[in-house]
C-alpha cells in the first residue's frame, strides 16, 4: 500500500515526565501513525502540552475550561492536508491507564482520530457518523498492528 506524503513537525512543550513522552511518540511513529489515517498529502504540526495549554487552546478555540486529550485545528484540505493536532499529555497519559493502554498505543489512537478531523471526519454530527469513524479508526490501527481502540 502506498502511503501518502507528510511533511511532518513534532514539537514537545516544556513539562514534567516530557522524556517518557518524547519516548512514546518518537518522530518516526508519530508519521507512521499520522500517514496511514491520510487520504491525500498533508502537512502537519503535532504539538504534545501540558494541562494548562491544553485546557487554555481548548477555552479559547472550544469555549471549553478543560484539557482535553487532542485538538485539531485544521486550514485546508484540499490539495494538501494542512492541521495543528495538539494532544495534551497528562490528558493521553491517564486515559491510557484508565483504558490499559501503552501510552504508545493510545498516542496512535489520538494522532489517527486527529487526522481523520483534519480531513473532514466528524463523529459529533450523527451516531452514524461517530460509528463510521469509530470503524474507520478501528481499521487503521489494526493495519498498524495495534487492538480495537474502542474495545471495552
Known sequence: MALNRLSLSLQFARFDGVAEHRSALPRHAAARYIRHALATDAEITVRIVDAEEGQALNREYRKKDYATNVLTFDYSQEPVVTADLVL???VVAREAKEQNKSLQEHYAHLLVHGTLHAQG????TSEADADEMEAY???IMQELGFADPYAT
Open 121 to 124: 471526519w466528524d463523529h459529533e
Open 137 to 139: 479508526e478501528t481499521a
Open 88 to 90: 495534551c499529555a497528562p
